[in-house]
T-cell receptor, first 114, second 113 residues
């Protein structure tokens, strides 16, 4: 069966420090991969999605970047964190090119920028 | 653009009460529709889905019917339990463009004894 791993679960970082969140998927090949952010008291905002290695689309211009060095690995990064980067970050995967297949989410990373 | 609108919460109910969480969508074609649930401190879990008009998704006593004429996908449950307390997200999805999900803002449900 397929599983998704996301780490760390919680992270406290000072303003201006770098960020690296990692997500890996097991049990499937060539998945679509996604990064979402959930700010406190708000809904889910899509940050990046990827349909293949080195194929990454950014939905919202911001202080973050994403990379997909391997088929089932998706990394969210920042060179210098801002206070506004605080939030709950969720990684997700889905079967490629299937409209009715759902997204499967990891357990999330709670990031607090101080 | 595509969007999903959910009723604002929090919704507070007594155990065994009837639940309705409204969801309407705006889309140019025929998306698939989903309900996700998020328990405190956790990621999102798929609750149910419907892929075409008049489809009914159901799971764990929850139901939602894809209504094309009213562009709605309201979530219902006949008798809620304390363990149903969570945040519920309505979402739509198209093929193409990465098959990404567009979410509503979420509705928090609190069920009390």
């Amino acid at each position: 069966s397929q599983t998704i791993h996301q780490w760390p679960a919680t992270l406290v970082q000072p303003v201006g420090s770098p960020l690296s969140l990692e997500c890996t998927v097991e049990g499937t090949s060539n998945p679509n991969l996604y990064w979402y952010r959930q700010a406190a008291g708000r809904g889910l905002q899509l940050l990046f999605y990827s349909i293949g290695i080195d194929q990454i689309s950014s939905e919202v211009p911001q202080n973050l970047s994403a990379s997909r060095p391997q088929d089932r690995q998706f990394i969210l990064s920042s060179k210098k964190l801002l206070l506004s980067d605080s939030g709950f970050y969720l990684c997700a995967w889905s079967v490629w090119a299937t409209r009715d297949s759902p997204l499967h989410f990891g357990n999330g990373t709670r990031l607090t920028v101080t | 653009g595509d969007s999903v609108t959910q009723m604002e919460g929090p919704v507070t109910l007594s155990e065994e009460a009837f639940l309705t969480i409204n969801c309407t969508y705006t889309a140019t074609g025929y998306p698939s529709l989903f309900w996700y649930v998020q328990y405190p401190g956790e990621g999102l879990q798929l609750l149910l889905k419907a892929t075409k008009a008049d489809d009914k998704g159901s799971n764990k006593g929850f139901e939602a019917t894809y209504r094309k004429e009213t562009t709605s996908f309201h979530l219902e449950k006949g008798s809620v339990q304390v363990s149903d307390s969570a945040v519920y997200f309505c979402a739509l999805r198209y093929k193409g463009g990465g098959n990404k999900l567009t979410f509503g803002t979420g509705t928090q449900l609190k069920v009390e004894l």
